[in-house]
């Protein structure tokens, strides 16, 4: 059974940058597509980056992100990072690491393994 957990997060001001870590443990983790999510209150879960599998050569982002966030794998095994540069009060949600053996997608429905998720505030 795969498990994702998050760290990092936490409060920042607009313009700052903060990053965000998963780690995952279980299964067969080298074809494990990993992704970011993230849910605003009263919002839909909200795709904000995907990296290709097993090397993460590729990356996706969301419309929202695209220009100002980094996802990569992590120094250690089995960790995908964000780096969230330039943050806006916008960004303010719980960002949730998401895993899927399948073909990697921008919609929450298709990923079957899910972290607790982190609080990232943004104040202006």
């Known amino acids: 059974q795969v498990r994702l957990i998050e760290s990092g997060g936490g409060l920042a001001r607009t313009g700052d940058s903060l990053n965000v870590s998963c780690a995952a443990s279980?299964?067969?983790?080298?074809?494990?597509?990993m992704a970011w999510f993230r849910q605003a209150p009263g919002k839909e879960r909200e795709f904000v980056a995907s990296l290709s599998r097993p090397a993460g050569v590729t990356q996706w982002y969301g419309n929202a992100v695209d220009g100002r966030f980094k996802i990569s794998r992590g120094n250690a095994q089995y960790t995908t990072l964000l780096q969230m540069n330039n943050l806006q009060p916008a960004d303010t949600a719980v960002y949730y690491c998401a895993a899927t053996f399948a073909t990697l997608r921008r919609e929450a429905k298709f990923y079957e393994y899910w972290g607790q998720g982190t609080q990232v505030t943004v104040s202006s």
């Open positions: 279980g299964g067969a983790l080298k074809m494990l597509g």
